[in-house]
């Protein structure tokens, strides 16, 4: 019996010791399709790394923003890896908050990812985060409806062509919104979409001098021309719609038009979830003849927290999602037009995904036309296409946010939401020192 003992304690140890080898990574992400998906297929990396378990923290997009800032600004170590943003990772990385990605792997093909996507996560030659899809936005359309109003979509057209259309289109006794277009409150939200259609529109958050621009008549013309749209051809409670709300209606057929990331095009084509799939065509941002177009570049990438005591099986994980055979992972499983898409320039090159994804090209020149570092028709003092990369603008975007999310759903006027985008946003910028 004492040997039996002995020996079951034996196992029992060793069985502890197994347990204790293995390392546990807790990863922050959005709760976005195509991070949905990359959670159903991960046993292909923990059965490759039986060492490695993965703890998933999945997040409304807000949520996950407000949640990753606070740890990792106070290095609090709740997260191995980090979703986050375009926005994010170069004033992260300036702040020493994330690791450089040094040890990805042989074989995983840095100077693959596309130029425009890399060169937003990279700091002084270093990776600081690794894409797992890269976007821009474009229009999704409804062909049937366009017809039956008796009108073609140009490949780049204008905002009063979609206006016009958006109306037409438009028939709620069918339950069918001439367009969905977010108004959700939050810097990622609906400011994003506010931020580059307000670029088309000659727009800009501030002039050289970091002076606020809301009072400008710019604004005035893109949050008017905005709200009179949605009130005409929008859904009920649109203030309420972001990315994923919108992508539900549009794949309902209750949407004519959506205007959003280029990253829904596979998810609005797919026969399984949308019922409209194969009567959707694509188009480029429109513009207002100003020389710009309401086009954002954005990447939801996988960065580690400088808190993190995982960082080399961070790493491990963060090349598997993010690297190449991922990408012909989801193929094998889920087909080529369910891939990741916007961030390697093989993938652009590969004819069976060229073949199975109608909206590759769309994407693609979605992607290179966007220009961080000249957003507006006139001359802007930060980078951003939807965004502004300073610190403060994270708070700042989504107060304004909620300011033009009130005027959406008829709560303050146009004007009044200016007003106080312009004194909140003077206050911020005297607060931060960017005004004399």
């Known amino acids: 019996m004492k040997l ?3 020996l079951l304690g034996a196992c029992s140890a060793a069985v502890l010791a197994g347990v204790a080898q ?3 990574l807790t990863i922050a992400t959005v709760n976005n399709g195509d991070m949905v998906r990359m959670q159903k297929l991960t046993d292909d ?6 060492d490695i378990q993965l703890q998933w923290v999945t997040l409304e997009e807000n949520v996950l923003r407000e949640r990753v800032t606070t740890d990792v600004a106070t290095k609090g170590g709740q997260y191995d ?3 986050i943003g375009t926005y994010e990772v170069p004033i992260w990385a300036k702040q020493g908050w994330l690791l450089p990605l040094d040890n990805l792997g042989a074989d995983y093909d840095v100077d693959d990812l596309l130029p425009a996507i890399r060169s937003g996560l990279t700091m002084d030659g270093k990776l600081y985060a690794a894409p797992f899809y890269g976007e821009s936005s474009m229009v999704m359309y409804r062909k049937d409806l366009m017809e039956k109003a008796g009108l073609k979509m140009p490949d780049a057209p ?4 979609i206006a016009d259309a958006a109306r037409k289109m438009t028939d709620r006794s069918a339950g069918i919104n001439g367009i969905c277009l977010r108004g959700k409150a939050g810097w990622g939200e609906n400011i994003a979409f506010l931020t580059a259609t307000s670029n088309a529109f000659g727009a800009r958050w501030f002039d050289e001098n970091w002076k606020p621009q809301f009072d400008q008549p710019e604004w005035k013309n893109t949050l008017d021309f905005y709200v009179k749209l949605m009130k005409d051809a929008g859904p009920a409670g649109a203030s309420s719609n ?3 709300e919108n992508l539900a209606l549009f794949q309902q057929g209750k949407c004519g038009m959506w205007i959003d990331a280029t990253v829904a095009a596979s998810f609005v084509t797919d026969p399984k979830s949308s019922t409209v799939a194969d009567k959707v065509g694509f188009a480029l941002a429109p513009d ?4 710009k177009r309401g086009n954002w570049l954005w990447a939801w990438n996988l960065a580690i927290p400088a808190g993190t005591q995982k960082a080399a099986s961070a790493e491990k994980f963060v090349s598997w999602a993010t690297g190449k055979h991922y990408l012909d992972l989801v193929a094998a499983k889920e087909g080529w037009a369910n891939v990741p898409p916007g961030t390697r320039t093989s993938l ?5 995904y060229l073949k199975a994804a109608p909206f590759a090209k769309m994407t693609l020149d979605s992607i290179n036309a966007a220009d961080p570092k000249n957003p507006s028709v006139k001359p802007v003092p930060y980078v951003g296409v939807q965004f502004v990369a300073i610190p403060e603008f994270q708070g700042l975007g989504t107060t304004v946010g909620q300011l033009f999310s009130a005027a959406l759903a008829g709560q303050m006027s146009v004007d009044d939401a200016l007003a106080q985008a312009q004194t909140v946003s003077n206050r911020e910028m005297q607060r931060g020192g960017y005004l004399k």
């Open 4 to 6: 039996k003992a002995i």
């Open 22 to 24: 293995a390392e546990t």
């Open 45 to 50: 990396f923990t059965k490759a790394n039986p």
């Open 81 to 83: 890896i980090m979703t």
């Open 158 to 161: 204008t905002w009063d062509f």
């Open 242 to 244: 972001g990315f994923n």
């Open 288 to 291: 207002t003849g100003k020389g």
């Open 348 to 352: 652009y090159k590969n004819e069976a």
